[in-house]
T-cell receptor, first 114, second 115 residues
């Protein structure tokens, strides 16, 4: 069964600090992995997408890594801001799976404190 | 236009009411989706429309009735809902029918409360 596990479930850090969120998956055959940011009560917004051949991808202060061998991904947030407070969801796609080939993680709830 | 627009943003309805959620995109995407998301849970797929035809129904109760009038619009008709149906309803679209490959654009959601 395809699964996506995220850790930690929740995280509180001070504004300006860095943090790293983890995503482990057992999705096969692997197509791509996305990180989404979801503000409370809003729809998810895509941060990065990574395919099998990509190791690192950056989007501003967000940097995602992918290790396809160990089936792990991380999302590193640099110099956190209050607006980074949100849930971060890892979504892994299986090849040829279509819409029901997406497996969502439960998310990491990040709180940035002033 | 690179957005998926959902209306209304908030909806409170009684268990005997009939209401509709609306989703609109003008990106030329040919696949559109409805998801249901409970608090602190990941989104759960409900329906998929591909080229305006229903292609996936994830065993959703008949009190939820989707409709795709054209390639830009997706509706979700609600009737005789239960309080446990209260959730954030998300619409998404993707360029092709292989949504997992093309990636999704999500709307901001409709926060539904059934009283």
């Amino acid at each position: 069964k395809n699964q996506v596990e995220q850790s930690p479930q929740s995280l509180i850090i001070l504004e300006g600090k860095n943090c790293t969120l983890q995503c482990n998956y057992t999705v096969s055959p692997f197509s791509n992995l996305r990180w989404y940011k979801q503000d409370t009560g809003r729809g998810p917004v895509s941060l990065t997408i990574m395919t099998f051949s990509e190791n690192t991808k950056s989007n501003g202060r967000y940097t995602a890594t992918l290790d396809a061998d160990t089936k792990q991904s991380s999302l590193h947030i640099t110099a956190s801001q209050l607006s980074d407070s949100a849930s971060y969801i890892c979504v892994v796609s299986a090849s040829g799976g279509g819409a029901d080939g997406l497996t969502f993680g439960k998310g990491t709830h990040l709180i940035i404190q002033p | 236009d690179t957005e998926v627009t959902q209306t209304p943003k908030h909806l409170v309805m009684g268990m005997t009411n009939k209401k509709s959620l609306k989703c609109e995109q003008h990106m030329g995407h040919r696949a559109m989706y409805w998801y249901k998301q409970k608090a602190k849970k990941p989104p759960e797929l409900m329906f998929v429309y591909s080229y305006e035809k229903l292609s996936i129904n994830e065993s959703v109760p008949s009190r939820f009735s989707p409709e795709c009038p054209n390639s830009s619009l997706l509706n979700l008709h609600l009737h005789a809902l239960q309080p446990e149906d209260s959730a954030l309803y998300l619409c998404a679209s993707s360029l092709g029918t292989g949504g997992s490959f093309y990636g999704y654009t999500f709307g901001s959601g409709t926060r539904l409360t059934v009283v």
